[in-house]
């Protein structure tokens, strides 16, 4: 199995786990290309679909030149693969990434989410949230083949502090899915 194909099918899986959950719904405006039919106008509250992503080459190696750092082949294929509001696998909380607007919420998570001096300043790329105290970001210090960047998490109440998590975007979704996978195992046997 190629890592592409790997990580196409983890997310396939837990966003059809969201949609079947009924917790694909967002508070506000949705990209109209992604509004499940049949919305209430009344509602505050929208739901939303996943569909196949438009990021392009040119707009990831744009924002490349933005962020003054390669991102991993890997985490590429993931931007290039759907667009969602919501993708939690595990403890992991996945940036936002609406077809028109994946770049602002990114630039959000990395530039205006934790301080940027225990993060960016020191080359860690913020790109999901660890259940509500952490960070998961790339490590673009150690740098190995193809910009593949070990994943570090950083904890806001030890700032000073990294864990690393995994050696790889594709080994952070594969442990992911697994902690997934066991957790609801350890909850049904409950």
Not at 55 to 63: A, L
Not at 161 to 181: P, R
Request: glycine share 4%; charged share 30%; net charge negative.
């Amino acid at each position: 199995m190629t890592s592409d194909y790997t990580i196409k099918k983890v997310i396939d899986t837990y966003l059809q786990e969201c949609i079947d959950a009924g917790i694909n719904n967002h508070p506000g405006e949705i990209e109209i290309e992604m509004k499940a039919p049949n919305q209430d106008p009344k509602e505050e509250w929208r739901m939303w679909l996943p569909i196949d992503s438009k990021v392009t080459d040119t707009e990831i190696e744009s924002f490349e030149v933005q962020l003054g750092h390669k991102l991993p082949a890997d985490y590429k294929v993931f931007l290039k693969h759907k667009h969602f509001y919501d993708l939690y696998i595990s403890e992991a909380t996945f940036c936002k990434h609406p077809v028109n607007k994946w770049r602002d919420h990114l630039k959000k998570m990395i530039f205006k989410g934790w301080p940027l001096e225990y993060l960016f300043d020191k080359g860690y790329i913020h790109f999901a949230d660890w259940s509500d105290w952490g960070a998961l970001c790339f490590d673009t210090n150690r740098n190995f083949a193809n910009n593949d960047y070990p994943i570090i998490l950083w904890d806001h109440d030890r700032p000073l502090e990294i864990q690393d998590v995994s050696q790889s975007f594709i080994d952070l979704i594969i442990k992911l899915d697994k902690e997934h996978k066991e957790m609801t195992i350890d909850n049904q046997e409950e």
